[in-house]
């Protein structure tokens, strides 16, 4: 058997996914586009949804996992009088009711008693695990079981447009925030039913200005002059891990951090920190404790 031609490549694209498209799909028909040996994707982001989905090639899939910790930015429209099986216009309608008769400035009041701390209940819907089984299986047999409340932050809520049926918003808010569940909880708040009908994400946070590629634009440019021409489309592996503070060291330095030893820099603030040689080469990643020692979380080149 013939061996598939691959490329070693290192960086991050940033995919407009188009509604209807796993994001497993879109990651194989990108991994496929580049001919890249590995690629990963940084969360899925629903069929339902489209999007930016920072796609990581190459070394920069060591350092996926990062951005799931970072801030999402989308915009969201929620159709009101109307509540779903699955919190958005896939599932069944299960209720109705009135509609709310309020205006402009009484909606972005309301809008406002969502930001903040505070902690959100977790869809059935939702590839999250009971007892090894994903929620959304249980879910499709009828069976609802109780889940944690998750630890989640409202960052920015805003009011884009409203009509009677429809409120359109857009919010940034932190890792593990359900945009459905957010729906149906603003629903709530106004008296009324309400389902996510449509869900766009603008950004990941170290991704707000950046452009995004959609696959049509991606194949097209691919046909006609070859997969080294999408490769100026990557953006630098250190791009997914920005939302982290930057340190600068010698080569003395990391080479003692390659040999698995430590050190201290007392005047550091604890936590993970991008690594950089004094050349502004990236190097990985590392962990600070609260003593201010500095030890290897994941470099470049090792495990």
Same mark, same amino acid.
């Given at each position: 058997?013939?061996?598939?031609?691959?490329?070693?490549?290192?960086?991050?694209?940033?995919?407009?996914?188009?509604?209807?498209?796993?994001?497993?799909?879109?990651?194989?028909?990108?991994?496929?586009?580049?001919?890249?040996?590995?690629?990963?994707?940084?969360?899925?982001?629903?069929?339902?949804?489209?999007?930016?989905?920072?796609?990581?090639?190459?070394?920069?899939?060591?350092?996926?996992?990062?951005?799931?910790?970072?801030?999402?930015?989308?915009?969201?429209?929620?159709?009101?009088?109307?509540?779903?099986?699955?919190?958005?216009?896939?599932?069944?309608?299960?209720?109705?009711?009135?509609?709310?008769?309020?205006?402009?400035?009484?909606?972005?009041?309301?809008?406002? *008693?969502?930001?903040?701390?505070?902690?959100?209940?977790?869809?059935?819907?939702?590839?999250?695990?009971?007892?090894?089984?994903?929620?959304?299986?249980?879910?499709?047999?009828?069976?609802?079981?109780?889940?944690?409340?998750?630890?989640?932050?409202?960052?920015?809520?805003?009011?884009?447009?409203?009509?009677?049926?429809?409120?359109?918003?857009?919010?940034?808010?932190?890792?593990? *925030?359900?945009?459905? *569940?957010?729906?149906?909880?603003?629903?709530?708040?106004?008296?009324?039913?309400?389902?996510?009908?449509?869900?766009?994400?603008?950004?990941?946070?170290?991704?707000?200005?950046?452009?995004?590629? *959609?696959?049509?634009?991606?194949?097209?440019?691919?046909?006609?002059?070859?997969?080294?021409?999408?490769?100026?489309?990557?953006?630098?592996?250190?791009?997914?891990?920005?939302?982290?503070?930057?340190?600068?060291?010698?080569?003395?330095?990391?080479?003692?951090?390659?040999?698995?030893?430590?050190?201290?820099?007392?005047?550091?603030?604890?936590?993970?920190?991008?690594?950089?040689?004094?050349?502004?080469?990236?190097?990985?990643?590392?962990?600070?404790?609260?003593?201010?020692?500095?030890?290897?979380?994941?470099?470049?080149?090792?495990?």
């Amino acid at each position: 058997m013939a061996k598939v031609f691959s490329r070693s490549l290192n960086g991050i694209l940033l995919l407009d996914k188009s509604l209807g498209l796993s994001s497993n799909q879109a990651l194989q028909s990108v991994k496929k586009m580049f001919y890249a040996e590995k690629a990963g994707h940084t969360g899925s982001l629903d069929p339902l949804a489209s999007g930016m989905l920072p796609i990581c090639l190459g070394g920069a899939t060591r350092y996926a996992q990062y951005l799931l910790n970072a801030d999402k930015s989308y915009r969201a429209k929620i159709r009101l009088g109307q509540s779903t099986t699955t919190g958005d216009r896939e599932g069944k309608i299960v209720a109705e009711t009135p509609l709310p008769l309020l205006g402009e400035k009484e909606l972005a009041e309301t809008l406002k *008693t969502f930001l903040g701390p505070q902690q959100q209940c977790p869809p059935m819907y939702s590839a999250l695990k009971h007892q090894g089984k994903k929620l959304y299986e249980l879910a499709r047999q009828g069976i609802e079981v109780e889940r944690p409340l998750r630890d989640i932050e409202i960052r920015s809520l805003k009011l884009i447009a409203y009509d009677i049926l429809t409120l359109t918003i857009e919010v940034q808010c932190s890792k593990g *925030t359900y945009i459905r *569940t957010l729906a149906e909880d603003i629903g709530k708040k106004l008296d009324c039913a309400a389902h996510l009908h449509e869900l766009h994400r603008l950004s990941v946070e170290g991704f707000k200005e950046q452009a995004m590629q *959609t696959l049509e634009q991606l194949q097209e440019l691919a046909a006609q002059k070859g997969a080294s021409a999408l490769d100026p489309f990557l953006l630098p592996m250190d791009k997914a891990l920005t939302h982290y503070p930057s340190l600068t060291v010698t080569e003395w330095w990391l080479n003692v951090l390659r040999q698995g030893k430590s050190f201290v820099f007392s005047e550091l603030s604890p936590g993970l920190k991008r690594l950089y040689t004094e050349d502004a080469q990236f190097k990985g990643l590392v962990l600070v404790d609260e003593t201010g020692r500095v030890k290897a979380e994941r470099l470049l080149g090792f495990s």
